[in-house]
């Protein structure tokens, strides 16, 4: 009787729950990794248009399961209209609604804007606080959104853990974790005190266009020296 041919085994795209998951770097291979991106990108920025704390804090809400482009698509005409929290809280969850909804989960989101802008005219009078937990109790806002503000708008050394670099940090050894915030303490404690204030931006920026999530770039990596990832992709396919 024949005997079926072997599947061929999946790439290791360093999940957390994945038991090949890339081996934890030593700190001086951690450093030399996030060094690497810094010298490619010495000037990092988020994606997501905005003009001011506010602006910017409405935006990463919105960005929740949505891309950045689709987000910045939709927040000129938002912004336009409700520019400050007074006019988005009079603009309420209705009103917010009709310029949000080409974006996953815009009916809830609409109505997060709405109290977030509400909560904000009540309780701060109408100015984005820059402590994580007065920012963690508005509507909508979770511990990654809050680090985004505080990190972009504030100027603090936060590490905003999404997607990209909850990946990242698995699959490249960098700092896994099983959880957001296990890699978030991780990235903290490893990565350089002087550029931890942009490394989620080249981390995050690295993982959405290069370290992708299912077909990683390593041939265009500027850190695949210092990766400890197990099946690196040396040529694009053919």
Known sequence: MPTKPAKPKKPNHGSARDPRRARLMPPAQAEAFIRALAVANPAPETELT????????????????????????????????????????????????PYIRTIGLWQAKARNVAA?????????????????????????????????????????????????????????????GKTPREVEDMLVKRCPPDLLRDAHHWLILHGRYVCKARAP??????????????????????
């Open 217 to 238: 770039e390593c041939w265009r990596c500027v850190a695949r020296a210092h990766c400890n990832y197990r099946d690196k992709v040396l040529a694009p396919p053919v």
């Open 116 to 176: 977030l802008a509400q909560a904000l005219v009540e309780k701060h009078a109408g100015e984005v606080p820059g402590e994580r937990e007065a920012l963690e109790a508005l509507p909508g806002v979770g511990r990654k959104t809050a680090n985004v503000v505080l990190n972009v708008a504030f100027g603090q050394h936060t590490m905003a853990v999404d997607t990209h670099i909850f990946r990242l940090g698995n699959r490249c050894g960098l700092a896994p």
């Open 50 to 97: 905005y003009s001011d704390p506010f602006t910017l804090l409405v935006a990463v809400v919105l960005s929740a399961q949505a891309t950045d482009a689709a987000v910045n698509r939709c927040t000129p005409a938002l912004f336009a209209a409700a520019p400050t929290p007074e006019k988005m809280a009079a603009l309420g969850a209705d009103g917010v609604a």
